[in-house]
């Protein structure tokens, strides 16, 4: 299933306990619908003394949330936006907000 999120890409969580706030896509897992955003949803992990972390105790780690609790935020007025594409005659895909504004290029025309 095509997704309407990247990787990098800056969202507002629109639903669920963060709801309102912002952040960078670090990871996008498709088979489950998920990503994990930079900064949210964070729940503490009890790790064991290791080489690399001697001391052991708790971390604080990113966890997934559905995709469809996201929008990108438009660049031009830094808001949510539902996207959609657009097949331009070379034959290169763009993403653009409702409002015609340019996300991102999916996919370059081939040469």
Not at 38 to 59: D, E, F
Not at 91 to 105: F, H, P, V
């Amino acid at each position: 299933m095509a997704l309407h999120i990247k990787k990098g890409d800056m969202v507002e969580i629109i639903a669920g306990d963060h709801k309102g706030s912002t952040g960078k896509v670090l990871h996008v897992y498709p088979d489950k619908q998920r990503i994990v955003i930079q900064g949210h949803n964070i729940a503490q992990k009890h790790v064991r003394p290791s080489q690399k972390n001697p001391q052991g105790g708790r971390i604080n780690v990113e966890q997934p949330i559905h995709i469809s609790n996201v929008l990108p935020l438009n660049p031009k007025s830094s808001k949510a936006s539902r996207v959609h594409y657009q097949l331009n005659e070379d034959g290169s895909k763009r993403r653009l907000a409702i409002d015609g504004t340019e996300i991102s290029i999916v996919r370059k025309a081939k040469s």
